[in-house]
């Protein structure tokens, strides 16, 4: 609802209300103008105001306190509209200079951020098992499928043992799965770099891959497209989150990522994977459908966190890192393979 006629001014400064009753509420000034400010508190709070209530609003100044009187206009839900009593140039200053001393402050209390790292780190965590799980259940009725699809006994065959190979593998997927991905997790909550696999880091550093055995090249290379196709799909609301993380991590800007990415989940993949005696045919098979199941979940995982993490968009930037270089993307079209050593 806006009923301002001057311009917004997005923000996130924490603050006090003080009702007619006298009692206190914390909140926080969501946006505001040189007439009047919209405040959110919480959910939980029940705060009993109405329409026309004159109530003093408490801010701090570098250190100085900041006592307004403002009256309702609207209440609606856990926010209300409020009109600054006495506004002028000098307090409207004040307010602006207010804001930008939370921007630089990150605009999070150590409350919020504690809550918002708590709710990532048990998404994360159901996020691992769901997609895990629903792969087994699909690339188990994809290889069936194709089992009664095939066109001779030793093509059947090789898709019913495959077939049984994961299911007896159950277990162990699934452990080395959701392990990889606590442990990026745990990494992230401790403000440390994200884990990379050999293969990552020799591909990072630009050497030559060379000497990578051939099984080990032809897993990396599913793995990348995997990622990448994964990247492309889910690029805007990838980029959200991100951001987002960045802003609740209290790692060295060089050390942010997110334990959630594409990258991450399509590596844990592949490692859970590595070990299975598979053709590449059905390794084709598992890539192509953790690639569908990880996209359709993390889609929804991504919408999810945007939504609760609320961070107000005039705050959600990444933190500039020293002397960061952008990789240039990978194109398959021009890559030139290295010349690869079966053992």
């Known amino acids: 609802m806006d009923k301002r006629e001057?311009?917004?001014?997005?923000?996130?400064?924490?603050?006090?209300?003080?009702s007619t009753d006298g009692s206190s509420y914390a909140c926080h000034v969501a946006d505001f103008s040189q007439e009047g400010l919209h405040i959110f508190w919480a959910k939980d709070d029940d705060f009993p105001i109405k329409a026309k209530d004159t109530l003093q609003l408490y801010l701090?100044?570098?250190?100085?306190?900041l006592n307004l009187s403002v009256c309702c206009l609207y209440q609606e839900g856990n926010g209300a509209g409020f009109k600054l009593t006495h506004p002028d140039n000098e307090l409207f200053l004040k307010l602006q200079s207010l804001n930008q001393a939370s921007r630089n402050h990150g605009a999070l209390s150590n409350e919020k951020r504690s809550q918002y790292k708590d709710l990532f780190e048990q998404r994360v965590?159901?996020?691992?098992?769901?997609?895990?799980k629903q792969w087994h259940s699909e690339v188990l009725e994809e290889l069936f499928s194709n089992a009664n699809k095939a066109l001779n006994n030793a093509e059947q065959q090789a898709f019913i043992s495959a077939e049984q190979l994961i299911k007896t593998s159950t277990k162990k997927i699934q452990h080395k799965f959701i392990g990889s991905i606590a442990e990026q997790l745990t990494c992230w909550l401790e403000g440390k770099p994200q884990i990379t696999s050999e293969v990552e880091r020799?591909?990072?550093?630009?050497q030559s891959l060379s000497l990578v055995q051939q099984d080990d090249f032809e897993d990396w290379?599913?793995?990348?497209?995997?990622?990448?196709?994964?990247?492309?799909?889910?690029?805007?609301?990838?980029?959200?989150?991100?951001?987002?993380?960045d802003m609740i991590s209290e790692a060295k800007p060089e050390n942010c990522f997110n334990p959630l990415s594409a990258n991450v989940i399509t590596e844990a993949f592949r490692g859970a994977i590595e070990e299975l005696a598979i053709d590449n045919q059905i390794r084709q098979i598992a890539f192509d459908t953790f690639e569908q199941v990880a996209g359709h979940q993390l889609q929804a995982v991504y919408q999810w966190l945007i939504k609760q993490i609320d961070i107000p968009l005039a705050f959600r930037h990444r933190r500039p890192t020293q002397s960061a270089r952008r990789p240039s993307p990978v194109s398959y079209t021009h890559l030139t393979l290295p010349t690869i050593y079966s053992v």
């Open 221 to 245: 290379l599913l793995s990348k497209v995997t990622s990448t196709h994964l990247q492309s799909r889910l690029s805007h609301a990838s980029f959200e989150v991100r951001q987002l993380l």
């Open 6 to 18: 001057h311009p917004r001014f997005e923000s996130h400064v924490e603050a006090k209300l003080i």
């Open 202 to 206: 020799t591909e990072h550093e630009n």
């Open 125 to 132: 965590k159901e996020s691992s098992q769901g997609i895990i």
């Open 60 to 65: 701090t100044i570098e250190d100085d306190p």
